[in-house]
């Protein structure tokens, strides 16, 4: 475990928030907590928060390690930790466990208070503008009226905008990374198709399989091993696997014979295994609804009129799920609403994973753009 | 019906060949049938037999109708009829179901002789060179010692080139269309998702289903669904169905809420209902397996050496399961082997599904080079 520039070991906390909130949907859900996690140290005027939002399958756990034997720190450790692009000496960095997520955040694994047993199948379906909402409460709880910046990747860079677009005035800066102002047909296609094998598996059981002390893991198996080609691009899975066989000659059978499956059905398992099927399912909604300029009377450059915050937008070369093109949708948008933006395309094999990764050129664009943050919270 | 330029009603025929097959994985097929289709004449020095080979999902009902209440023709009546690209009124074509297939010929549907019972999973796992010495079988049935032309698209388009291969005296003539020298990693993990949903479907009984009247009808859904958004292009997929929604505003449950779900639940259900598990396996492993150039150090120029056909390719500009670029690896290997060779890339937004519409200059394109595979056949 290689502890320089890392936040070291960190203790999660969970915030418990005792109002009502009345969801997008029409449900209110009457309390909820929020897990989460903070690195730095907020600053006497509370101008150096940043707060970064999760993906898909993402939570609060973004830097750090929970204790001396864990083997992977947080998602995103090679972005925020001491002397890192989101600076730890310099920003409160918080990452937070969405609403409906599986990772302590009230969802469908938490209690319901209306029954006594866990939501299940029957925690509502949140959106994008409901987690900022959340997020808003959250950032009142921590006395910080207005973030230094919303960070995200993908998921995450859909929670940046909205939060501009609905908080105009307590955002100064939104860094929206492999994302889209909304899905493709494509992108919701391939969505539904995840659902479909979770909806199918006999063992989801209409969502409430944690009664029957079962998991719909063939499902969940199925859709991640889909979303996970998706997420990496054509040429960087060649030149990792190639037809590279695990034994030699074919088998003739079904089971593992190239590289390629052996590794997709590990990230398949392992998927299966920890994470939450109703939450998959819920997660995979806010993506489909996200379109904020939908309000706006389907004008993203209205939709950001009233903006405050000052953008930087990255996309990835060869990331097909959330191609340069649709970061370039909002970056057109930004610039005929007169909205600060600074863009870059990263040239990547990674596909859309790349924006978890260590490019070196992604890395020292973030850094950069952040080094100005700092100097903006310091004004 | 519009039965302009159609080859009309047609009635398949089932051959049998009582002569054991010995298959690349070793085992033996000791009789098999198949099943065919054929339109127009064989002329009297049988000089102009088109052989069309199909893809995935494909059979041996190319052209025409089964009976006149029959709603769709055959998978590929925009190029195979009286006046149409492959024209029957000068070409003998015959159009069959691959070994392993659903449709008549021996495949997991058919009484394994040796035990009297249906194959099922028991059938083996063939390959294009196994459908290749299968379909010279055929050839000789038929008495074609030379085909005039060998045609398909995507897996058939495999088969065209095999039989260049493995027969360069008995073919002057390939059309190899949306299709590619070898599957890539992608490719690969694609395919193996769709067979994991299958081999999971708890309904799937180690392929067996057949005896307990079963069919895993979720898995092949989801393979399918899956299958066929990889077939459409992201633009296509965009102007067809965007992000309209069934009805006014968003559910927030996991019903049908977008056309795009709609089409796709549709494609997947129809498919289920209709196509047999093990087939759908084993023609995607007969996809992975395919590398010609491997039994030649894996070089595709030194596998084409020997090649005497002439050949024309076509690539589909937003294909991205069989792009351009992989049909170039061909041409250039061709080129390379000093082969004569037609290469055209058609501007077309319906990706891979492309090799199967009507778009005009691909059309064109085709009947033009047929109009040569006729003038050479006349010489």
Redesign the interface.
């Known amino acids: 475990m290689n502890k320089k520039g890392s936040v070291g070991i960190v203790v999660p906390e969970k915030i418990p928030f005792e109002t009502p909130l009345v969801l ?2 029409g449900q209110t859900l009457p309390r909820f907590d929020l897990m989460i996690e903070t690195y730095g140290t907020l600053n006497a005027d509370k101008s150096n928060a940043v707060l970064v939002c999760h993906a898909l399958s993402g939570h609060h756990h973004v830097a750090g390690y929970h204790s001396p034997q864990e083997k992977h720190p947080g998602w995103w450790d090679s972005m925020v930790g001491p002397g890192k692009p989101i600076d730890t000496d310099r920003f409160f960095v918080v990452g937070l466990n969405n609403l409906g997520g599986c990772h302590g955040s009230t969802g469908p694994l938490a209690e319901n208070p209306e029954t006594g047993r866990d939501y299940g199948a029957d925690f ?2 949140v959106t994008v503008k409901d987690w900022v909402r959340s997020q808003a409460m959250l950032a009142d709880y921590l006395g910080v009226t207005q973030w230094a910046a919303v960070v995200g990747g993908s998921l995450g860079g859909m929670q940046a905008l909205q939060w501009t677009i609905d908080f105009p005035e307590r955002v100064r800066h939104a860094l929206v990374i492999a994302s889209a102002p ?5 992108n ?3 969505n ?2 995840a ?3 979770i ?4 063992d989801f059981d209409g969502g409430h399989y944690a009664k029957e002390s079962k998991i719909p893991t ?1 499902g969940l ?2 859709a991640r ?2 979303g996970h ?1 998706t997420y ?1 691009a ?1 040429d960087g ?2 030149e ?4 590279d066989l695990r034994s030699d000659g ?1 088998q ?3 089971g593992v ?2 590289e ?2 052996s590794y ?2 590990y990230q ?1 398992d392992k998927f299966a295994g920890r994470f939450d099927a109703n939450t998959y ?1 819920l997660m995979t ?1 806010a993506l ?2 996200f ?1 904020p300029a939908a309000e706006y009377g389907h004008n993203l450059q209205k939709a950001l009129k009233h903006v405050q915050a000052k953008f930087f937008v990255a996309s990835f070369s060869t990331d ?1 799920r959330f191609s340069p093109e649709r970061s370039k949708e909002l970056v057109k948008a930004l610039i005929a609403a007169r909205k600060p933006v600074q863009y870059i395309e990263v040239q990547s094999n990674h596909g859309h994973d790349a924006f978890l990764m260590e490019d070196e050129p992604y890395i020292r664009a973030v850094a950069a753009y952040m080094n100005n943050v700092y100097e903006d919270a310091q004004s």
Chains 1, 2 share one sequence.
Do not use: H
Not at 182 to 186: D, E, G, N, T, V
């Open positions: 997008e949907n509502p379906v909304k899905l493709s047909a494509q919701i296609a391939f539904d198709v659902r479909q094998a909806l199918t598996d006999p063939r198996r199925i091993m889909m080609i990496l054509e899975l060649g990792k696997f190639g037809r074919y003739y059978g079904y014979e190239f390629i499956e997709l059905r398949g399912l909604k489909d609804y379109d097909w």
